[in-house]
């Protein structure tokens, strides 16, 4: 299921203003907190939304990638500009820029600095016994 109208429209209106990533990285980043809100929900809690820190977050982004692209998760990434963890705060304050999410005053981009390392959460898990393959794009 998509986003609904008015995320939609806040989303269609971030683009116009600021083309630094693609809508399917917003959009990867959106299913990544639902995610994360799932990971986190006690079990046998009602689901309820709760406040999610950067690390849960991408804790969950990476889960959502592996599953999603498997070995390809670190092209895919890179292909919408998405090249370290930075990347991914980035498009959380974007997003709470827009009025799409919500930040605590102790909330910063700065939670997602060197979260990890890309070819270590999307290329290892996939790597044969030896080094890591390394034709990869550059992670920057």
């Not at 998509?2 to 116009?16: F, K, N, V, W």
């Not at 809508?23 to 990867?28: D, G, H, T, V």
């Not at 804790?59 to 959502?64: F, I, S």
């Not at 999410?101 to 030896?130: N, R």
Request: proline share 9%; charged share 25%; glycine share 8%.
């Amino acid at each position: 299921m998509g986003p609904d109208a008015s995320t939609e429209a806040r989303l269609s209106e971030l683009l116009q203003k600021d083309p630094a990533y693609p809508r399917e990285a917003y959009l990867f980043l959106l299913a990544g907190l639902d995610r994360a809100q799932q990971m986190h929900v006690p079990e046998g809690a009602e689901t309820s939304r709760r406040h999610m820190r950067g690390p849960e977050l991408l804790e969950a982004l990476r889960d959502l990638a592996l599953d999603e692209f498997g070995p390809l998760a670190c092209r895919v990434l890179a292909s919408w500009g998405v090249r370290r963890t930075e990347d991914f705060g980035q498009l959380v304050f974007k997003l709470v820029g827009a009025g799409l999410l919500s930040a605590t005053p102790d909330d910063s981009p700065t939670d997602f600095a060197d979260g990890y390392d890309f070819a270590t959460a999307f290329v290892e898990p996939f790597a044969e016994e030896g080094e890591p393959p390394t034709d990869l794009p550059p992670i920057t």
